[in-house]
Structure formats: C-alpha cells, structure tokens
Nanobody
Framework: QWQPVESGGDVVHSGGSLTLSCAVPGFTLDYYAVGWFRRAPGKGREGVATISRTGETIAYADSVQGRFTVSRDKAKKEVYLQMNDLKPEDTGVYYC?????????????????WGQGTLVTVSS
C-alpha cells in the first residue's frame, strides 16, 4: 500500500523557518486532500494545515495561522508546509496524511494514509 513520505524536518532556532515536503512515490496526489498534523512531546496528534485537491480550500489551526502556509505542486506531485517564525511550541513530529476524498479537513479520522513523520525541533 502506498504511503506518504515526509522530508525537511530539522533543528532551528526560534524565529527561524523550515519547509516540509510530502510525496507518495509512484502515486499522484492530484485527486486527494492532504493534511499536515503534528505530535508535540507528551501530547496527542493535532491538525495543523490542510489543502483540498484543487488547492482552492485551505485551513489552518489557530496556533499556526499567519505563520504556516500549505501548498501543492501538481507538476512535482508534492505538497509543502512552509513554516515561518517558528516557536519552541512548534516542536514535534510532523505527519503528512492523504484523505480518500478531495475535501480539505483537519479531522484526523478523515485520513486513511499516513507517513512516518519528520521531526521538527525549535530551540529557544
């Protein structure tokens, strides 16, 4: 079964930026919504950003609104999460998830394919 692959996690200082990428080798994401989720140390997984199949509908968690940007490149078959002005509370494992439908959603149960995650660490 195909599985998303995330990349781009790193260690950065507070105020820094990172871009995460998500792709599914041998598979196109063109028909499906994609979400980014994260799990902070000692906490449950939360939805961070989501983008619809067409890219016309996008939503963010309140905690990242104005700092994070989700986008998709159909030519490269990838989805990105640009993260600016990072804060220590953004630290966690970031997961890319693909939904079996085209509608953007931050509801975790709406996704049926998950990546292994990439670690983002923001130092103060």
């Amino acid at each position: 079964q195909w599985q998303p692959v995330e990349s781009g996690g790193d260690v950065v200082h507070s105020g820094g930026s990172l871009t995460l990428s998500c792709a599914v080798p041998g598979f196109t994401l063109d028909y499906y919504a994609v979400g980014w989720f994260r799990r902070a140390p000692g906490k449950g997984r939360e939805g961070v950003a989501t983008i619809s199949r067409t890219g016309e509908t996008i939503a963010y968690a309140d905690s990242v609104q104005g700092r994070f940007t989700v986008s998709r490149d159909k030519a490269k078959k990838e989805v990105y999460l640009q993260m600016n002005d990072l804060k220590p509370e953004d630290t966690g494992v970031y997961y890319c998830a693909v939904a079996p439908h085209p509608s953007a959603t931050l509801t975790e149960s709406h996704y049926n394919s998950w990546g292994q995650g990439t670690l983002v660490t923001v130092s103060s």
